[in-house]
């Protein structure tokens, strides 16, 4: 693969490529850290990236690498620390008058997805970022079914969380 090749393909996904680090990181510094650690590690191996093959699966698979590497270097180090909701927070505050309530909301939404372990939680989120079964399939490297379950697993329990925290039908009276 040429530069010119690959600055086109990223340049096609770099929006999607951003939102899916945001979805891994929770955190805006992090995420643009995550995006350029990816962007270097996929440009090293442009070379070994097969033409014809998907670009999006190929470039994601390195960035969710990437974030596990890191990952796993912080919980060593002992310095795993909880994401800030920043974003959520300003999105809430420009959708909502009064925000203190979907602010704490929020928060307790994001805590009660990190209680899902990686294997539920990392399938759920792309699927919740747009992603197809076979791109999560694919990017994963698991078939089909084990991703489906783990998205509807995924879903069940926060379900059972939200119902154990909020009370059953609390999205509903809206």
């Known amino acids: 693969m040429t530069t010119i090749e690959f600055n086109s393909h990223y340049s096609n ?32 191996s442009k070379d ?8 999006k699966a190929w ?3 390195i960035m ?9 270097k912080r919980r060593t180090r ?9 974003n959520h927070e300003v999105a809430v505050k420009k959708a909502v008058r009064n925000s203190g309530p979907s602010i704490i909301m929020m928060k307790e939404l994001r805590s009660m997805l990190n209680k899902i372990g990686d294997a539920h939680r990392v399938p759920f989120e792309m699927f919740f970022n747009g992603y197809e079964y076979q791109e999560i399939a694919e990017v994963l490297h698991l078939p089909m079914g084990t991703v489906k379950s783990r ?13 154990f925290s909020f009370g059953r039908d609390y999205f509903r009276r809206a």
């Open 64 to 72: 969710r690498n990437c974030f596990i590497n890191e990952y796993r």
């Open 78 to 86: 002992n310095k795993v620390e909880q994401p800030l909701e920043e």
């Open 59 to 61: 470039i994601t698979t």
């Open 48 to 55: 070994r990236f097969a033409m014809g093959t998907n670009f």
């Open 13 to 44: 996904l770099e929006s999607l490529l951003f939102a899916f680090a945001m979805k891994l990181t929770a955190n805006r510094e992090d995420a643009r850290d995550l995006l350029q650690e990816t962007i270097m590690r996929a440009y090293a």
């Open 151 to 163: 998205i509807f697993f995924a879903r069940k329990k926060m379900k059972e969380m939200i119902d």
